[in-house]
Structures are given as structure tokens and as C-alpha cells.
């Protein structure tokens, strides 16, 4: 008879068994996928919603910080490529709403979570942007810093997250592309452009480096995340991996990289400087940084957008009680 195994510090909830989660554990050490209707541990389900919804999140805030520029680009090239990358992060929230969605979350109550401050999304986006190079350097870093966790992710061991990551990372690749693009054109341009990429990267490098999240030491949800297939690499892998592209890219484009101590070691890898994890933490509990405003705006495009939503609303109401007639 199968019986529910309570341990402490153990991840098998009242209602579960030994035998449930080994069932499950053995599907995804078979390297199958886990599908909505499937069973799940609990655990397994919680942890999915916060990483989902704050990737959502990070998504939809993320427009903000190069949305900014939009009006000030200085070519229509320029312009037309922003909103279109402006554009697919929107969509990448959606993707990622949807996803999270299948595991029983609701919009309304992720939403809500974000504009009272009890979901997280990456405090990357609290940092200001104060020049045109910015928009390039975010695309660059904080988007090839983001491809390097999503191509990861898009191996999970949860379907619907994994397939959403596959399309992500496509788009993300482009922004990946055009942003390096900028800075290189101008670390070679003028003084004053050449200038200006610099200055970017003084104020991106170590954000970027950060937004990989916590050393493995420091990040209590990397091991369960890891033996349940959703976190294939942890964060430290995952940031040598940005590193070592991104590090010799930006030397041969002429710039510096503000960290002293960076150095290739015997094996080749890039290796950085202490990490300043004090001001990561402050800008995340909102101490520094541009969090509050960029909430404000959230919540500002919320209310905005209450006429659509109950318009959609009532739409659908209307096609429901046709067909039941």
C-alpha cells in the first residue's frame, strides 16, 4: 500500500508520496517533458510559477528603460529597429504569462503581485538609461546575458516554459546582434561616440554580470531547480559562459572592461573581480535604483488599459451567451 511520507527539509508535500515524486524524477531523467495536465509535485509547481512570473515580469518592465529612447533615436533605422525590439519583449511576456498560466496561475493575480511589490522581476531594469549608447550596450550585454539563461532554459524540463524559450531566444538573438552592432559602430566613430560606448559599459558590465543571479553558494532554489531539470547550468556556470563570449568581443572592439582584476586563467576562462552583491540586493529591495518609477509606469499602463480589458470582456461574455442560446 502506498503510504504519504512526511519528512522535514524533504520537498514531498503532506498529499504526495516517495513513489510520486521517483515516478516523476524518472520521467525527467528519461528526458521527457512535463506537460500541464501531468502530475507534478508541488514544489515543483511553485517553483515554475515564481520563475515564470518573474521572467514575465522582467519582460514587460524590461521595455521600459529603452522604451524611453524611442523618441529620441537618432535615425529611422534606429527608431524602427527599437520598436520593434520593444515590441518582442511585450510578446515575451505574453509567451511567459501564458506559460505560467497551464500551472494553474492567474494574469490578474501575477499582475497584482507585481504592482505590490511581492513578485520580483530582474533589477537590471532599475538602472537608468542616460544616453542613446545605452539602448545599444543593453542589447549587447543584458540581452546576451539573458540569451545565455534562456537557451538554458529552453532545455526544461517543463514543456510549455521550454517551447516558450525556443521562440524567445530566436528574437533575443537579433537584439543580441543589433545591440552589439551599435557599440561597435561606435567604439570606431567619433571621440564623442567612442566616448559614450565607454561610458555605457562602465555602468552595464557589472549589472549584467549580476543579473546572472547569485552565486551558486548564495542561491538556495539552484538545487532543487537542478535536479528537477529545470535549471540545467547553474548561475556561475552560466556567467563564465557570458564572460568568456562577451569579455574578448568588447577588447577587441576597442573598449575597457572596468574590472582590474579580470584575467584569462591556465584553462582559458575570462575571470572577474569581486562581485559588489550589496548594491545587487539594495537595487532589488529598491534602496537604489529606478524601481519605484518603473512600478509607477506599470501601474499607470494598468489603469490605462482597464477600458480594454473589460471591452474584451464584454466581447467575450457576448460570444458565450450567443452560443449557449
Known amino acids: ?149 534562456q537557451t538554458m532554459l529552453a532545455g526544461a524540463s517543463y514543456g510549455p516554459y521550454s517551447r516558450a524559450m525556443v521562440r524567445i531566444c530566436s528574437e533575443e538573438t537579433f537584439h543580441h546582434k543589433q545591440g552589439k552592432e551599435m557599440i561597435v559602430a561606435y567604439a570606431v566613430g567619433t571621440p564623442a561616440q567612442r566616448e559614450m560606448a565607454q561610458d555605457a559599459l562602465n555602468r552595464w558590465w557589472w549589472p549584467a554580470l549580476m543579473m546572472l543571479g547569485p552565486h551558486d553558494a548564495d542561491s538556495p532554489n539552484t538545487g532543487i531547480m537542478s535536479k528537477w531539470g529545470v535549471k540545467l547550468k547553474t548561475n556561475d556556470e552560466v556567467r563564465q559562459e557570458f564572460i568568456n563570449e562577451h569579455a574578448p568581443e568588447l577588447l577587441e572592439a576597442g573598449l575597457t572592461i572596468p574590472d582590474p582584476d579580470l584575467h584569462q586563467d591556465e584553462q582559458g576562462n575570462w575571470k572577474h573581480g569581486p562581485i559588489d552583491w550589496t548594491e545587487f540586493w539594495a537595487v532589488i529591495k529598491g534602496e537604489r535604483g529606478l524601481g519605484a518609477e518603473r512600478l509607477a509606469t506599470r501601474q499607470a499602463a494598468h489603469d490605462d488599459g482597464a477600458w480594454v480589458r473589460e471591452a474584451l470582456q464584454a466581447y467575450t461574455d457576448r460570444q458565450r451567451a450567443v452560443a449557449a442560446d
Do not use: C
Open 1 to 149: 500500500m502506498t503510504q504519504s511520507i512526511i519528512q522535514p527539509n524533504s520537498h514531498i508535500a503532506p498529499n504526495e508520496t516517495a513513489e510520486q515524486h521517483a515516478a516523476f524524477e524518472a520521467r525527467i531523467e528519461r528526458g521527457e517533458k512535463i506537460e500541464a495536465g501531468d502530475w507534478m509535485p508541488a514544489e515543483y509547481r511553485r517553483q515554475l510559477i515564481r520563475m515564470i512570473s518573474q521572467h514575465a515580469h522582467s519582460e514587460v518592465v524590461g521595455m521600459l528603460p529603452e522604451g524611453e529612447w524611442i523618441a529620441s533615436a537618432p535615425t529611422l533605422k534606429r527608431k524602427t529597429i527599437l520598436m520593434a525590439k520593444v515590441q518582442d519583449e511585450a510578446g515575451h511576456g505574453q509567451y511567459l504569462y501564458h506559460a505560467a498560466e497551464t500551472l494553474g496561475a492567474t494574469r490578474e493575480g501575477m499582475i497584482d503581485a507585481l504592482l505590490t511589490r511581492r513578485a520580483k522581476y530582474s533589477s537590471i531594469f532599475n538602472y537608468p538609461t542616460t544616453s542613446w549608447a545605452d539602448v545599444g550596450m543593453i542589447g549587447w550585454l543584458v540581452d546576451g546575458a539573458a540569451i545565455k539563461n
